[in-house]
């Protein structure tokens, strides 16, 4: 079993960065791909970024590639995503999310353990 707490996450204007958080329970983080997702209102929950086990391997959606950067400290049990040149479309909850995989997929049914998400708001 695997816990997840995200934290970091605020209000912001357009333009500027947050760094997210996820820390994770357990001795065995390191065997576990991370993914990041975010639901906006009225919309599904959509992919934004993904990790591989050991760090190495990072995938992006479209929407945020160039401006969002996943990492990772295994030692810490943490993964972090972040985001600068915040938009007012990034506004929704971030929610991370844990896989028994090498590489981080990029769809939610491939995830075993979730957060509970942190809102983040991007004024215009």
């Known amino acids: 079993q695997v816990q997840l707490v995200e934290s970091g996450g605020g209000l912001v204007q357009a333009g500027g960065s947050l760094r997210l958080s996820c820390a994770a329970s357990g001795r065995t983080f390191s065997t576990y791909a991370m993914g990041w997702f975010r639901q906006a209102p009225g919309k599904e929950r959509e992919f934004i970024a993904a990790i591989s086990r050991s760090g190495g391997n990072t995938k992006y959606a479209d929407s945020v590639k160039g401006r969002f950067t996943i990492s990772r400290d295994n030692a810490k049990n943490t993964v972090y995503l972040q985001m600068n040149s915040l938009k007012p479309e990034d506004t929704a909850v971030y929610y991370c999310?844990?896989?028994?995989?090498?590489?981080?997929?990029?769809?939610?049914?491939?995830?075993?353990?979730w957060g509970q998400g942190t809102q983040v708001t991007a004024s215009s």
């Open positions: 999310a844990a896989a028994r995989s090498v590489f981080g997929p990029t769809t939610q049914n491939a995830y075993d353990y």
